[in-house]
């Protein structure tokens, strides 16, 4: 354990038994109980009293203590905990698993942590494939095809694509040379985007490249792995901001509808939905504050602002059905690394 989880692992222990102190207080004298919550929208904190004024409010006072219950239980035991496991001890005060997820992530932003310090993660979502040996803190190891220091990590945002290029080992066979696999299976969580978040601190020299599909949730998952979440903007050590963006991106798409714009069975382009612009707007505002010194922000919200103007956007497996992905792969990568 580092001296940095540990001073967090004390810090949540004591503010959990602060509460729960001040509740059986509260229930001695008869006076109302309550648990202070910070809204991570508007960082203002808010009392949850019981008994309530309202139905919604004794659900979530008693949601948040069983939470703070089984907290502090993991990290006094030193066990670990999922976010599925708390929603199953009740499933009926919970009524889905985003109940949890939301709450969860406010307790740690109210005690100024990362969710990491409740000892309460996710269930695993990310997958990973190529020549890397993960080390866990019990000894525990795990195998995918030994490492090389000289590889780089691609990462894809749809799984779709990860398993067409980890079952044709693309990892083995790239021309520029070997390296690993991941997937978020779409936005990632938090345990994918602080894996990648090690692996680069662990081996800066080694590239990191994206691949994800030219829309709006394509760039926005970008930006998540480059700049972060804003619901978790808390939670530190989370970000690669030196992660380049391979594509597709506009030019690609221009190219291969125009190379394929004479033949019978011609690239069918894909048209933004309403909610796709609504997206895109809401991600460019929200980029806007902070494209001033980032030259790789600029160039997304470029491309945003090109998709809605053009009306196109299209998926990464577009280039699968164009047989030519692996191929379009090759030459990136070799062009950005100077290999091949």
């Known amino acids: 354990m580092s001296l940095h989880h540990g001073a967090e ?11 729960l102190e001040s509740l059986v207080d509260a229930l001695a004298i008869g006076a109302a109980m309550k648990i202070p919550l910070r809204s991570r929208r508007t960082g203002h904190q808010i009392l949850v009293r019981f008994p309530g004024s309202n139905e919604k409010e004794v659900k979530k006072f008693t949601a948040l203590l069983l939470i703070l219950h ?29 109940y949890v997820d939301r709450l969860v992530d406010d307790i740690a932003f109210t005690f100024g942590v990362s969710r990491d310090a409740l000892n309460i993660v996710a269930a695993a979502k990310g997958l990973v494939a ?20 000289d590889q780089d990590s691609l ?11 980890a079952s044709a080992r693309f990892h083995t066979t790239a021309s520029a040379g070997g390296g690993i696999i991941v997937t978020g299976k779409g936005y990632p969580d938090l345990a994918t985007r602080q894996f990648l978040h090690y692996l680069h601190d662990s081996f800066p020299a080694v590239p ?10 394509g760039l926005a ?20 901001p030196s992660l380049i963006w391979l594509g597709p991106s506009s030019q690609d798409i221009t190219r291969i ?59 990464i497996q577009m280039l699968d059905e164009e047989g030519q992905l692996a191929n ?9 690394l100077g290999s091949g």
């Open 70 to 98: 089984v907290c502090h239980e993991a990290l006094t035991k030193d066990y670990i905990v999922t976010k599925r496991n708390i929603y199953y001890q009740d499933p009926g005060l919970f009524g889905s698993q985003d």
């Open 257 to 315: 509808a125009t190379a394929t714009s004479a033949e019978s069975d011609a690239l069918q382009l894909q048209r933004p939905t309403r909610a796709d612009r609504r997206k895109a707007t809401s991600l460019l505002n929200r980029l806007a504050d902070g494209i001033s010194d980032d030259v790789k922000l600029v160039n997304v919200v470029r491309e945003l602002q090109l998709m809605l103007f053009l009306n196109v956007k299209s998926e």
């Open 9 to 19: 692992l004390g810090v949540v222990v004591a503010k959990t038994e602060d509460i």
């Open 221 to 240: 998952i970008l930006t998540t792995y480059t700049s972060g979440s804003y619901s978790l903007r808390h939670e530190e050590d989370v970000t690669i």
């Open 155 to 165: 990462l894809t945002g749809a799984q779709a694509t990860f398993t067409s290029l």
């Open 328 to 336: 379009w792969l090759d030459r990136r990568l070799c062009d950005l």
């Open 208 to 217: 990191m490249l994206a691949m994800v599909d030219y829309d709006p949730d």
């Open 130 to 149: 190529g020549n890397l040996t993960v080390t866990f803190k019990d000894g525990l190891m795990l195998y995918c095809d030994g490492y090389e220091k």
